[in-house]
């Protein structure tokens, strides 16, 4: 699609913010249902921002097309990170499509090498994932966990953000060994209040 196209697409998009939700849910729904990145993107976050619980399950239909051969259709992974915050927006609260971007990597070429550009849908599902109640307690322990000896350090950042909302001892000590082990790349805030 030309870019003035979706330039043009963008911008009507925006007006929709300022419209009644039911004079925008069609066409963010068509929006949603598009080839475009972007545009997936831009419907994703105005649909969360105007708490447009009706589009959940095209937003669901928009999450699963932008993991089909994911590095053409959703370069950066732009629509599956507006789409995952559209659903923390929403309080979408089934851990299905969380899981799913918490596994998601995506390897894109960058100068020199290779770059994973899913690591923000990946923190950004970990923290929607401790209000998700069909996982157990020792679910989310499992994967904070997990994510905790990720390689790239936002993802453990995040993961001892989720730790930390979680009630009771265990996420606690786990947080406390974590901090006792070090890690240069966490800010102290994120482990400090764990040391006593």
């Known amino acids: 699609m030309p870019a003035r196209r979706v330039e043009e697409q963008l911008e009507a998009l925006a007006l929709l913010r300022e419209s009644a939700p039911a004079e925008a849910t069609p066409a963010l729904r068509r929006a949603l249902g598009g080839r475009v990145n972007l545009v997936v993107a831009k419907a994703a ?86 209000a998700c109640p069909d996982l157990d307690r020792g679910e989310i322990l499992r994967v904070c966990v997990d994510a905790l000896t990720e390689k790239a350090h936002m993802i453990r950042k995040e993961a001892a953000r989720a730790l930390g909302q979680i009630d009771g001892n265990e996420a606690a000590l786990v947080l406390r060994f974590k901090a006792h082990c070090g890690d240069t790349k966490l800010p102290d805030r994120c482990l400090i209040h764990f040391w006593r």
């Open 45 to 130: 976050k105005i649909a969360g921002e105007l708490q447009l619980q009706p589009l959940i399950p095209d937003l669901l239909g928009a999450f699963d097309r932008l993991f089909e051969d994911p590095v053409k259709r959703d370069p950066q992974c732009w629509g599956k990170n507006a789409v995952a915050g559209a659903f923390k927006d929403l309080g979408y609260s089934e851990s299905a499509p969380f899981l799913r971007g918490l596994k998601h990597r995506q390897m894109e070429p960058v100068w020199g090498g290779e770059a994973d550009t899913a690591e923000n849908l990946r923190g950004t599902c970990l923290l929607a994932l401790i």
